[in-house]
């Protein structure tokens, strides 16, 4: 058994340890610290299921489909000719405005609002450092995503023929035409009108659609290995924005420049400075540097995984002894690390888990749903079906009983926190123990009847990642669901709720987390106790966190 | 916080949203250009003569080769790199030789360059040495032109078409053979 303390958080020490010195750590923190506030905020306005900056990569979806939907109207009046670009754009927005126009400016506004949604969430993912690790697939595919949609937007404003697109047009061709690869500078296009040929209009069309199909499918390459993808906002976040979109449509309906010519130089433009941003650096600097810039910002966004290479825990191991591939460590793994395959033990079971270590985050919320994780057992050693190594569920047991072990008085709590969330280190202290996981879900409800029914506090707190907001995606749903008894392991009927606070809190919330803890510790002693509450029978193995 | 209290904070946060969207989706303006200063491009993909002379073939040699080759010039692949000049106004802007494109050195000579100059009348002179020859040229065109604020004034090459192109409607007819012509 470990020397008792009353800080019981590994996670938090090697967190401290991991983020000691570190630039990338530095700068995550300071984000961090930003969204967590701006979190709360709207956590008050829209609620955690309705917060956008939860669903940041499902509003991108969003916007992708408004874009796709109103992009295939403007395409029907469309016309792919050198005058007949400009003229037919110039229909839908000034004759045909209530409807044609609208849907011209949904397909900008949607575009520049997917820019936005992938900026914020490729920020915020960085910040909550869901980047690296096992991560790194996400991640590095997401990458190719960006060139995708720029490559979409880019192609969108060339086909207007306007001013802008006759900039963009020369610039792009220049650019491209400085790497050298192509026979003949394909910038000469655009030498004179009577250089540009209609067909130009078909191929940039052409690449138009493409670009978004090829997007459609690294976005699904880029979901492989999440399970329960959220790919669809809310309802009515859905609907608040798409109003939005519509009412900023009507109130700043996209326009066009004066029509492109060749022979004039255009002087001032209306950038797009979600898409564009680079052309005028171009013009201040160089193609050159632009090419350099960008293929140093992608190289760096591909190589971010390893910039510093993340020290990842062992993943979940499986004892099959004590599996019967029941399936609830493969149901609630949020990373598809666990599979089950036909049994190659001999037992008389069906399947078996297995985990595959390379998606594996060591989250921990396999063990806590195995139903033999129970600390009850005491006749047999503690080995669950599915267990986390370096953060094992015996050695919980003993950090459990270490913690309880110094706690005096009437009002002693075991808080179970999360070392992605509120952190428990300052909250220690007299009567309060606290032990912080990997993953507020890797905790098997069977912990908490324990505590309880062996009298080693009077009360327990169960706190994580804000609700709607788990550092492993999934963590707070599958405990709010256990404790309510509606996911398996459920947490015994026996154990007391009054004796049981949940409380949701990031790093940001840690001073409500203290006071919601004061005032729960404040109440216990008013609430009776179970009679002779060490004496409830203790189980040996078995499934005795289902009651 | 109330319902009330709540949708008028969704709608503040969307509104701010719209503003963002909106606000970039065009502004602020760019000045690509300025409205004083016109801008020169020098464009041309024209090949080289070839570096050795060719050699006419005898007939023998003709009916030695299989048929679909009976070319009757024997020609080195690789082609004389392009001198071309650009003078305004006196002032040379552009002296460069461009080697010929291609693994064998038998593409055409390309380049393709931008100038940004103050719009006005300028003297032009451009010229072009396509053969191994040491000093002169093989095609020159001179011109007086007027290039007005923010024009893209072209110079271009077109052997078919008899050399340099202006393009520009107001500068008619090409000149070759390094013989000068005013615009």
Redesign the interface.
């Not at chain 1, 309906?253 to 171009?282: C, E, I, K, Q, R």
């Given at each position: 058994m470990r020397a008792p303390t009353r800080s019981e958080s590994l996670g938090d020490q090697s967190r401290r340890a991991s983020l000691n010195g570190e630039p990338v750590a530095l700068v995550q923190r300071g984000l961090r610290w930003g969204f967590e506030r701006v979190e709360a905020v709207?956590d008050?306005?829209?609620?955690a299921a309705?917060n956008?900056l939860y669903q940041l990569g499902a509003l991108g979806f969003f916007y992708y489909w408004v874009v796709a939907v109103s992009g295939i109207y403007v395409y029907i009046f469309f016309d792919t000719g050198t005058t007949e670009a400009y003229e037919s754009v110039e229909y839908l927005t000034v004759d045909q405005w209530y409807l044609g126009g609208v849907m011209r400016s949904l397909h900008?506004?949607a575009s520049?609002?997917m820019i936005?949604m992938m900026a914020v969430h490729m920020l915020r993912e960085f910040a909550l450092d869901r980047y690296r690790g096992a991560r790194w697939f996400t991640w590095v595919t997401g990458t190719p995503i960006l060139w995708l949609v720029f490559v979409a937007g880019i192609t969108g404003y060339w086909m207007v023929w306007d001013e802008l697109a006759q900039?963009i047009a020369i610039a792009s061709t220049?650019w491209l035409?400085w790497l050298g690869i192509f026979?003949?500078?394909i910038?000469?296009n655009f030498?004179?009108p009577n250089s540009l040929d209609d067909r130009f209009f078909t191929l940039l069309t052409f690449i138009h659609i493409v670009a978004p199909l090829l997007l459609l499918l690294v976005l699904w390459i880029h979901l492989q290995r999440v399970t329960k993808p959220r790919i669809n906002p809310k309802r009515g976040l859905a609907v608040?924005?798409f109003?939005?979109?519509v009412?900023?449509s009507f109130?700043?309906p996209?326009v066009s420049h004066p029509p492109a010519d060749?022979?004039?130089?255009?002087?001032?433009?209306?950038?797009?400075?979600?898409y564009l941003p680079a052309y005028?650096l171009m013009?201040a600097t160089s193609y050159g540097a632009v090419w350099g810039f960008a293929g140093v910002l992608t190289f760096m966004l591909f190589a971010l995984p390893w910039l510093p290479p993340v020290r990842r825990p062992a993943a979940a191991t499986v004892n099959l002894d004590n599996c019967n591939g029941c399936e609830r460590c493969a149901n609630d793994c949020p990373y598809n690390a666990i599979v089950m395959r036909p049994r190659s033990d001999g037992l008389p079971f069906e399947n078996e888990a297995t985990v595959d270590a390379s998606v594996c985050v060591a989250c921990g919320i396999c063990a806590g749903s195995c139903p033999t994780s129970t600390p009850f057992r005491r006749a047999s050693a503690l080995v669950p079906g599915i267990d986390l190594p370096d953060r094992s569920l015996p050695e919980l047991r003993d950090r459990v009983e270490a913690a309880s072990a110094i706690l005096s008085g009437d009002r002693r709590v075991i808080v179970f926190g999360c070392d992605h969330a509120a952190p428990l280190d300052r909250l220690a202290g007299d009567g309060i123990g606290t032990l912080s996981l990997p993953c507020i879900a890797a905790l098997p409800p069977s912990f908490i009847d324990y505590v309880l029914s062996r009298d080693l506090a009077d009360g327990v707190v169960i706190t994580g990642c804000r609700d709607g907001e788990c550092f492993n995606r999934y963590g707070v749903d599958w405990m709010t669901a256990r404790l309510a008894s509606e996911r398996d392991p459920y947490l015994r009927k026996r154990v007391p709720r009054a004796r049981l606070l949940t409380c949701w809190a990031a790093a940001a919330d840690r001073t409500m987390l203290a006071s919601k803890i004061e005032l729960f510790r404040a109440g216990l002693p008013a609430v009776p106790k179970p009679a002779a509450p060490h004496l409830q029978p203790a189980v040996a193995g078995g499934d005795d966190s289902n009651g | 916080m109330g319902n009330v209290f709540r949708y008028m904070g969704q709608g503040v946060v969307y509104a701010l949203i719209a503003v963002v969207l909106g606000f970039f989706a065009d502004t602020p303006a760019y000045r690509h250009f300025d409205d004083d200063k016109a801008q020169l491009t020098l464009s041309l993909a024209h090949s080289g003569k070839h570096l050795q002379e060719c050699r006419r073939r005898t007939a023998e040699e003709l009916a030695a080769l299989p048929a679909n080759m009976r070319k009757p010039l024997d020609c080195t692949r690789e082609r004389t790199p392009v001198l071309v000049e650009v003078e305004l106004d006196g002032q040379i802007i552009v002296s460069e030789s461009v080697s010929p494109s291609g693994l064998f050195g038998d593409g055409p000579s390309q380049i393709y360059k931008n100038f940004v100059i103050p719009s006005g009348s300028y003297t032009l002179i451009v010229r072009m040495r396509e053969s191994p020859r040491a000093e002169g040229f093989d095609y020159q065109r001179e011109a007086h032109v007027v290039i007005a604020p923010r024009q893209r004034f072209v110079i271009g090459f077109q052997a078919e078409a008899g050399g340099f192109i202006f393009a520009t409607p107001d500068v008619p007819a090409v000149s070759r053979n390094g013989q000068p012509n005013q615009g």
């Amino acid at each position: 058994m470990r020397a008792p303390t009353r800080s019981e958080s590994l996670g938090d020490q090697s967190r401290r340890a991991s983020l000691n010195g570190e630039p990338v750590a530095l700068v995550q923190r300071g984000l961090r610290w930003g969204f967590e506030r701006v979190e709360a905020v709207l956590d008050r306005i829209f609620g955690a299921a309705w917060n956008p900056l939860y669903q940041l990569g499902a509003l991108g979806f969003f916007y992708y489909w408004v874009v796709a939907v109103s992009g295939i109207y403007v395409y029907i009046f469309f016309d792919t000719g050198t005058t007949e670009a400009y003229e037919s754009v110039e229909y839908l927005t000034v004759d045909q405005w209530y409807l044609g126009g609208v849907m011209r400016s949904l397909h900008r506004y949607a575009s520049d609002g997917m820019i936005l949604m992938m900026a914020v969430h490729m920020l915020r993912e960085f910040a909550l450092d869901r980047y690296r690790g096992a991560r790194w697939f996400t991640w590095v595919t997401g990458t190719p995503i960006l060139w995708l949609v720029f490559v979409a937007g880019i192609t969108g404003y060339w086909m207007v023929w306007d001013e802008l697109a006759q900039y963009i047009a020369i610039a792009s061709t220049e650019w491209l035409d400085w790497l050298g690869i192509f026979g003949e500078a394909i910038a000469r296009n655009f030498l004179s009108p009577n250089s540009l040929d209609d067909r130009f209009f078909t191929l940039l069309t052409f690449i138009h659609i493409v670009a978004p199909l090829l997007l459609l499918l690294v976005l699904w390459i880029h979901l492989q290995r999440v399970t329960k993808p959220r790919i669809n906002p809310k309802r009515g976040l859905a609907v608040g924005t798409f109003l939005m979109l519509v009412a900023l449509s009507f109130v700043k309906p996209a326009v066009s420049h004066p029509p492109a010519d060749l022979t004039v130089v255009p002087g001032v433009l209306n950038l797009d400075w979600f898409y564009l941003p680079a052309y005028p650096l171009m013009d201040a600097t160089s193609y050159g540097a632009v090419w350099g810039f960008a293929g140093v910002l992608t190289f760096m966004l591909f190589a971010l995984p390893w910039l510093p290479p993340v020290r990842r825990p062992a993943a979940a191991t499986v004892n099959l002894d004590n599996c019967n591939g029941c399936e609830r460590c493969a149901n609630d793994c949020p990373y598809n690390a666990i599979v089950m395959r036909p049994r190659s033990d001999g037992l008389p079971f069906e399947n078996e888990a297995t985990v595959d270590a390379s998606v594996c985050v060591a989250c921990g919320i396999c063990a806590g749903s195995c139903p033999t994780s129970t600390p009850f057992r005491r006749a047999s050693a503690l080995v669950p079906g599915i267990d986390l190594p370096d953060r094992s569920l015996p050695e919980l047991r003993d950090r459990v009983e270490a913690a309880s072990a110094i706690l005096s008085g009437d009002r002693r709590v075991i808080v179970f926190g999360c070392d992605h969330a509120a952190p428990l280190d300052r909250l220690a202290g007299d009567g309060i123990g606290t032990l912080s996981l990997p993953c507020i879900a890797a905790l098997p409800p069977s912990f908490i009847d324990y505590v309880l029914s062996r009298d080693l506090a009077d009360g327990v707190v169960i706190t994580g990642c804000r609700d709607g907001e788990c550092f492993n995606r999934y963590g707070v749903d599958w405990m709010t669901a256990r404790l309510a008894s509606e996911r398996d392991p459920y947490l015994r009927k026996r154990v007391p709720r009054a004796r049981l606070l949940t409380c949701w809190a990031a790093a940001a919330d840690r001073t409500m987390l203290a006071s919601k803890i004061e005032l729960f510790r404040a109440g216990l002693p008013a609430v009776p106790k179970p009679a002779a509450p060490h004496l409830q029978p203790a189980v040996a193995g078995g499934d005795d966190s289902n009651g | 916080m109330g319902n009330v209290f709540r949708y008028m904070g969704q709608g503040v946060v969307y509104a701010l949203i719209a503003v963002v969207l909106g606000f970039f989706a065009d502004t602020p303006a760019y000045r690509h250009f300025d409205d004083d200063k016109a801008q020169l491009t020098l464009s041309l993909a024209h090949s080289g003569k070839h570096l050795q002379e060719c050699r006419r073939r005898t007939a023998e040699e003709l009916a030695a080769l299989p048929a679909n080759m009976r070319k009757p010039l024997d020609c080195t692949r690789e082609r004389t790199p392009v001198l071309v000049e650009v003078e305004l106004d006196g002032q040379i802007i552009v002296s460069e030789s461009v080697s010929p494109s291609g693994l064998f050195g038998d593409g055409p000579s390309q380049i393709y360059k931008n100038f940004v100059i103050p719009s006005g009348s300028y003297t032009l002179i451009v010229r072009m040495r396509e053969s191994p020859r040491a000093e002169g040229f093989d095609y020159q065109r001179e011109a007086h032109v007027v290039i007005a604020p923010r024009q893209r004034f072209v110079i271009g090459f077109q052997a078919e078409a008899g050399g340099f192109i202006f393009a520009t409607p107001d500068v008619p007819a090409v000149s070759r053979n390094g013989q000068p012509n005013q615009g």
